[in-house]
T-cell receptor
Framework: NAGVTQTPKFQVLKTGQSMTLQCAQD?????MSWYRQDPGMGLRLIHY???????DQGEVPNGYNVSRSTTEDFPLRLLSAAPSQTSVYFC????????????FGQGTRLTVV | DQQVKQNSPSLSVQEGRISILNCDYTNSMFDYFLWYKKYPAEGPTFLIS?????DKNEDGRFTVFLNKSAKHLSLHIVPSQPGDSAVYFCAARGNNNDMRFGAGTRLTVKP
């Protein structure tokens, strides 16, 4: 009964380093997305995907890349980490059509020093 | 450009009383609205939703009201319980199925 799984749960990076946040879902959902949560800002959409091979930008895409080679996985890449990317990152998945809710992972707390 | 706004960062109510959380939105193309509950160190969990063709949806102690002309929705929790203490996020779904969230309201229910 995994749902949406994110790894790692915690990460500390130095400025300029790159890394990939992993996200996997086992519900066969077409739609997947990444959000970042910052104090007073709520959850802001970074990138999303409506299916394998299709991705698009959300509200705050700069500094992040995504790809969707399979239905199950949607990794988020930080190309050159900056202190402004210190945040809690959430991955979510949902069905693509119909009135349906999104399911969220447990989050990744990232600190860039 | 924040399309979904929750103007009250926090709300404190007494156990057994009603909690009312408010949310405003600017995009008239939103067709589906959701409320999520979030505990510390956990991901948001779905609570209740409403489509744009309805004005009310109930699920047990939780009721969501939608006023499309005012672009306003609210979540009523009655009676409030200490276990309801959490951060509540309002969300709205756009054309591409992407969800936009408000900043959240921290609800504290005092015993």
């Amino acid at each position: 009964n995994a749902g949406v799984t994110q790894t790692p749960k915690f990460q500390v990076l130095k400025t300029g380093q790159s890394m990939t946040l992993q996200c996997a879902q086992d519900m066969n959902h077409e739609y997947m997305s990444w959000y970042r949560q910052d104090p007073g800002m709520g959850l802001r959409l970074i990138h999303y995907s409506v299916g394998a091979g299709i991705t698009d930008q959300g509200e705050v895409p700069n500094g992040y890349n995504v790809s969707r080679s399979t239905t199950e996985d949607f990794p988020l890449r930080l190309l050159s980490a900056a202190p402004s990317q210190t945040s809690v990152y959430f991955c979510a998945s949902s069905r693509r059509t119909g009135f349906t809710e999104a399911f969220f992972g447990q989050g990744t707390r990232l600190t860039v020093v | 450009d924040q399309q979904v706004k929750q103007n009250s960062p926090s709300l404190s109510v007494q156990e057994g009383r009603i909690s009312i959380l408010n949310c405003d939105y600017t995009n008239s193309m939103f067709d589906y609205f959701l409320w999520y509950k979030k505990y510390p160190a956990e991901g948001p969990t779905f609570l209740i939703s409403i489509s744009s063709i309805k004005d009310k949806n109930e699920d047990g102690r939780f009721t969501v009201f939608l006023n499309k002309s005012a672009k306003h929705l609210s979540l009523h929790i009655v009676p409030s319980q200490p276990g309801d203490s959490a951060v509540y996020f309002c969300a709205a779904r756009g054309n591409n199925n992407d969800m936009r969230f408000g900043a959240g309201t921290r609800l504290t229910v005092k015993p």
